[in-house]
């Protein structure tokens, strides 16, 4: 804590036990400081309780108009739900699948991979249902009705909406090939009109490995850049600005797939302004549904790979339940759910379900949302969602080889910037909270977070994680 890096920044640690909530360790821990994704924790315990780790979306596909001979001679309609999967995580367990350096973060942090998932699945199941419900072609429009909440944005990650394709991203991935030549590219999920220009360039071992991505208002994805022919292949991710207009266009390839004939252009902007009430939507017949992951599950996402647009869709889903589209209204709710949890929300003051900069929470308020999570009948579940040091999620890599590796259940916490001046990272934040199994057994809430640490480079941000590995070790090896 006192190292270089540090030596300008502040720490808070708070230490408590799970069982009783008694306070062992206090430093700062009524001080507010910016826990960046452990911002999460709140979001999703704000679900949790409002919902339950069980509950379940199910979006709906409906259809105005008649079905004669086959035909839907009306409009096909996928009711978006705020599914934040939409059945392209889903493994054959049962459970969310994840890579544990998650695409989400490829632009800006490196050595990120693809999960083993299928970003399309769902809309699959949908499009055979509807098939299956004897809809062999549309002669009306396909639609996604995104009216559940207002779309917004969230900084650079791209839009919340309450249509979620591959996290509404389109994955790039660039593998090296013989040097002097284009590398390879491929894009997924491959949903029209996005086609790839390919601008790379494969050099030789060792050499400069930078690849970047571009779209053009056309849908074409301009990859530019050199691979190192040693390199591992490259993920980059380009930020859909409308997914409404994917999802329509992926849904209507999955219907042409599944042997639905749509009379409507594939590719075009989402004709939600024709779509009749909510009210009356509702009361239109379903032909096909899709059930979520349990809530569960998609924290489990959340908390696991600190998945940004996730988190403030469940701030959004809270607003929903007030009857608001209103995604702020969300945090009202939040509020009732920390105090029912016997949380004070006045330790707290956010402005997103992310972590995004700007909000703030004492390490105090942080622990004691550990211990009330420990005194519930679901706690192991919520405790299995956190990152595992040393195991899984952005903690996979920290401590891997300490005695205290399995023992900590935490979510991480980062934020960082450009120090232009010196030409260094500044890290705003690096925070971690969640348990400690100590080597006694005692289970142990923590809270560690320091602000304003300076490092050389974009590496600071895993070696400052490691740190507070190392904190979190000591910890175990004492109680």
Same mark, same amino acid.
């Given at each position: ?12 640690v ?13 430093y ?40 004669v ?25 049962g ?7 998650d ?13 083993d998932?299928?970003?399309?699945? #769902? ?9 299956? !419900? +004897?809809?062999?072609? &549309? =002669? %009306?429009?396909?639609v996604? $009705? ?12 791209g ?29 997924r999920?491959?949903v ?14 060792? #050499? ?9 208002? !056309? +849908?074409?994805?301009? &990859? =530019? %850049?050199?691979v190192?022919? $040693? ?32 009379r409507a ?24 549904r ?19 647009? %996730? ?40 402005v ?11 390490a ?24 595992v040091?040393g ?49 006694s ?14 490092f ?18 000591s ?5």
């Open positions: 804590m006192n190292s270089t890096p540090y030596e300008r920044g502040q720490w808070a708070s230490v408590a036990d799970a069982q009783t909530g008694e306070q062992l360790v206090g700062n821990t009524d001080v507010l400081l910016e826990p960046a994704s452990v911002t999460k924790t709140y979001s999703s315990a704000g679900v949790w309780t409002q919902f339950g780790p069980d509950w379940r979306t199910v979006t709906p596909v409906v259809r105005t108009g008649r079905v001979d086959g035909d839907l001679r009306g409009d096909l309609v996928l009711v978006a739900k705020g599914d934040i999967t939409m059945g392209g995580q889903t493994g054959s367990d459970r969310v699948v994840f890579a544990n350096w695409h989400n973060d490829a632009n800006s942090i490196p050595g990120m991979q693809l999960a998932n299928r970003p399309l699945a #769902g809309l699959r199941d949908l499009a055979r249902q509807v098939r299956a !419900a +004897g809809i062999r072609s &549309v =002669t %009306g429009q396909v996604i $009705d995104d009216r559940l909440f207002r779309t917004e944005a969230l900084g650079i990650d839009p919340v909406s309450p249509i979620v394709i591959n996290n509404n991203l389109i994955d790039v991935l660039t593998t090296p090939t013989t040097v002097g030549r284009t590398a390879k590219v491929v894009i999920p491959v029209a009109p996005w086609t790839v220009d390919n601008r790379t360039r494969t050099v030789k071992a060792g #050499g400069a490995t930078q690849v970047d991505v571009a779209a053009t208002p !056309a +849908g074409v994805l301009r &990859v =530019t %850049g050199t190192a022919a $040693d390199a591992d292949p490259v993920l980059r991710v380009y930020h859909l600005r409308e997914p409404a207009r994917f999802a329509r266009s992926a849904l209507i390839q999955e219907l042409e797939r599944a042997g639905v004939r749509v252009a594939t590719v075009g902007p989402n004709p939600a302004a024709s779509l009749p009430s909510s009210a009356a939507v509702r009361k239109l017949p379903v032909v096909a899709l059930r979520s992951l349990p809530l569960s599950e998609q924290a489990r996402y959340v908390l696991k790979v600190s998945y940004n647009r %996730g988190a403030q869709t469940f701030v959004c889903l809270l607003a929903v339940a007030a009857g608001s589209r209103d995604c702020d209204a969300g945090f009202p709710v939040l509020a009732m759910r920390l105090a029912d949890l016997g949380v004070d929300p006045a330790q707290a003051t956010l997103d379900g992310s972590g995004l900069p700007g909000n703030y929470v004492t105090r308020s942080a622990t004691e949302l550990m211990v009330a999570f420990a005194a519930r009948p679901d706690w192991a579940v919520w405790r299995d969602a956190l990152p040091m195991r899984d999620g952005s903690l996979v890599n920290v401590q891997a080889d300490s005695p205290a590796a399995g023992h900590v259940f935490a979510k991480t916490g980062t934020l960082g910037a450009a120090d232009l001046l010196n030409s260094r990272l500044r890290l705003e934040t690096k925070a971690l909270s969640g348990y400690v199994q100590a080597k057994g005692r289970w142990l809430a923590v809270a560690i977070i320091v602000n304003q640490s300076v050389d480079d974009i590496q600071g941000v895993f070696a400052a994680n490691e740190d507070l590995g190392k904190i979190a070790s910890i175990w090896a004492d109680y």
